[in-house]
């Protein structure tokens, strides 16, 4: 009898240990200034993840939900999975998707973006109690969210494929926000000499591959002006 009860006792500890859920080990990925990377995630979705970004995933996902946390910029081409649906947290902002690629940006104190460039994207803002469903994004959608402004609009599906191979395409831009995101990219402090030339606004295509004295030589050329660089800071006169 006493046997009978030790091997009963083994067989409900080993069961225990068997069906008890496992701890989830997360991976934090981040980015400096100057430095981008490819990340593969565990269902072999694909994540091109920008300069001065940070990246959280669970190092293997849930059965049922693949989430993740994003700080910063990153595009993404996610293993389609119809029965797990693939979410982005940024903030109070989640983007949920089964299938697809597309871009967010999501840049603490700049408003949040996603762009679509396959298949389909449902945008939501998280409040207490409650999600609010704020749009279904298409290819070729825009949704940006800056505080309770929600505004969508039409963009080139190329022109978001192109940023993961570091192409920038700058459609309207001001030269200070051109040179904000240049500086991220190549880890470097931007001043204007006379502040009226940064709200020149313009409209190029740069490659981010290239140095950034070259691709600062050509945006001088298309802006008109002069600049020098010293101790990673650029002085536009």
């Known amino acids: 009898m006493a046997g009978f009860f030790l091997a009963f006792t083994g067989y409900r500890l080993s069961n225990s240990q068997v069906f008890s859920p496992a701890k989830i080990k997360w991976i934090t990925k981040v980015n400096p200034r100057g430095q981008r990377s490819k990340i593969m995630l565990p269902d072999s979705t694909i994540v091109y993840l920008g300069a001065g970004s940070r990246l959280r995933f669970p190092e293997s996902f849930a059965r049922?939900?693949?989430?993740?946390?994003?700080?910063?910029?990153?595009?993404?081409?996610?293993?389609?999975?119809?029965?797990?649906?693939?979410?982005?947290?940024?903030?109070?902002?989640?983007?949920r998707v089964l299938g697809t690629s597309f871009k967010i940006e999501a840049f603490t104190g700049s408003p949040f973006s996603v762009q679509v460039s396959t298949?389909?994207?449902?945008?939501?803002?998280?409040?207490?109690?409650?999600?609010?469903?704020?749009?279904?994004?298409?290819?070729?959608?825009?949704?940006?969210?800056?505080?309770?402004?929600?505004?969508?609009?039409?963009i080139s599906t190329e022109d978001v494929l192109g940023w993961k191979d570091a192409k920038l395409n700058f459609n309207n831009y001001s030269l200070e926000d051109i040179t904000g995101i240049l500086g991220r990219w190549y880890d470097?402090?931007?001043?204007?000499?006379?502040?009226?030339?940064?709200?020149?606004?313009?409209?190029?295509?740069?490659?981010?591959?290239?140095?950034?004295?070259?691709?600062?030589?050509?945006?001088?050329?298309?802006?008109?002006?002069?600049?020098?660089?010293?101790?990673?800071?650029?002085?536009?006169?």
């Open 64 to 95: 049922e939900l693949r989430e993740i946390s994003l700080s910063g910029e990153a595009f993404f081409e996610v293993k389609k999975n119809p029965n797990k649906p693939f979410i982005v947290h940024a903030g109070e902002i989640q983007t």
């Open 119 to 154: 298949g389909k994207v449902r945008v939501s803002r998280k409040t207490p109690g409650r999600v609010k469903a704020l749009a279904v994004l298409l290819p070729g959608d825009r949704l940006c969210v800056s505080d309770a402004e929600v505004t969508k609009s039409k």
């Open 188 to 237: 470097l402090r931007v001043t204007f000499k006379h502040k009226a030339k940064s709200s020149q606004r313009l409209s190029l295509i740069l490659d981010a591959n290239r140095s950034a004295d070259k691709v600062f030589d050509l945006l001088a050329s298309a802006a008109h002006f002069r600049y020098s660089i010293k101790n990673k800071e650029i002085f536009i006169y």
